[in-house]
Nanobody, 126 residues
Framework: QVQLVESGGGLVQAGASLRLSCAAS????????MGWFRQAPGNEREFVAA????????YYADSVKGRFQISRDNAKSTIYLQMNRLKPEDTAVYYC???????????????????WGQGTQVTVSS
């Protein structure tokens, strides 16, 4: 089982940037595909972006494509979500998640993943 700890949330104005981090630990971390999801009040949790450790292949939700970038640092077992040109509708709790042996697109198609972080709040004011 893998453990995930997010950091980097906060309150920013529209148009600003923010970077989230997710540190992974446990056995066979590299065998998991990693993703970011978010949940706004009153909404269901939705997929944001995903990445694999080995080749760094990525997949994004259409709503963030071109504004957000997911990346990984294999040496630190950490993934990042660089969020640029933030909008008020990006306000949500952001969760890091991991799923064994799948692809980034596979992560986007799942609602129950193998592991979740505790979440970090991102608030974008207008």
């Amino acid at each position: 089982q893998v453990q995930l700890v997010e950091s980097g949330g906060g309150l920013v104005q529209a148009g600003a940037s923010l970077r989230l981090s997710c540190a992974a630990s446990g056995r066979s971390v590299s065998r998991y595909a990693m993703g970011w999801f978010r949940q706004a009040p009153g909404n269901e949790r939705e997929f944001v972006a995903a990445i694999t450790w080995n080749d760094g292949s990525t997949y994004y939700a259409d709503s963030v494509k071109g504004r957000f970038q997911i990346s990984r640092d294999n040496a630190k077992s950490t993934i990042y979500l660089q969020m640029n040109r933030l909008k008020p509708e990006d306000t949500a709790v952001y969760y890091c998640a991991a799923e064994w042996g799948t692809t980034p697109q596979g992560v986007s198609e799942r609602t129950l993943l193998d592991a979740w972080g505790q979440g970090t709040q991102v608030t974008v004011s207008s």
